[in-house]
């Protein structure tokens, strides 16, 4: 399996783009990032690194790295997008707190099963999917 920076490059390439120093560092910033994070605190972690990342370039690479497939974009309903790598990670879902904003992910095995059967049922094909539940977080209930 190619690693991001392979896969970025081959993927800039097909756009006729280039992966530039800046967009190396953001790429770093956000496949090294822990859990979700926002456009801002990509911005803030990549100008630690380089002082001359506009926060345009963090939006439009942002962008570059959610059609490469690299990263997934979240909206867990506060208006904010969140993003999350999409690679190299198992399948998750989602609790968010519609009080404090918490997202807790969670794995659970019988549930994707039971999603697998019932599109299987109505001889549907999934190809991807996601699962929010939205409610409150054990110190807001």
């Known amino acids: 399996m190619k690693d991001n920076q392979s896969t970025f490059a081959d993927f800039l390439q097909t756009k006729g783009l280039k992966l ?6 953001i790429l770093a ?3 090294g990032a822990r859990g979700h994070f926002s456009a801002e605190q990509l911005l803030k972690f990549s100008k630690k690194q380089d002082g001359t990342i506009s926060k345009a370039t ?8 959610k059609e490469s497939g690299i990263l997934e974009e ?7 997008m969140l993003y ?6 198992k399948h998750h879902d989602h609790l968010i707190c519609v009080r404090c904003g918490r997202v807790i992910e969670f794995e659970n095995t019988p549930i994707e099963k039971l999603q ?4 299987r049922h109505h001889g549907f ?16 209930v």
């Open 84 to 89: 999350e790598r999409a690679q190299g990670r």
């Open 58 to 65: 963090v939006y439009r690479t942002l962008a570059l790295l």
């Open 116 to 119: 697998n059967a019932e599109a």
């Open 125 to 140: 094909k999934v190809i991807y999917h996601s699962l929010k539940l939205f409610g409150f977080c054990r110190d807001c």
């Open 74 to 80: 979240q909206d867990f309903g506060d208006g904010k």
């Open 29 to 31: 910033q956000a496949t």
């Open 20 to 25: 530039t120093s800046q967009r190396r560092v």
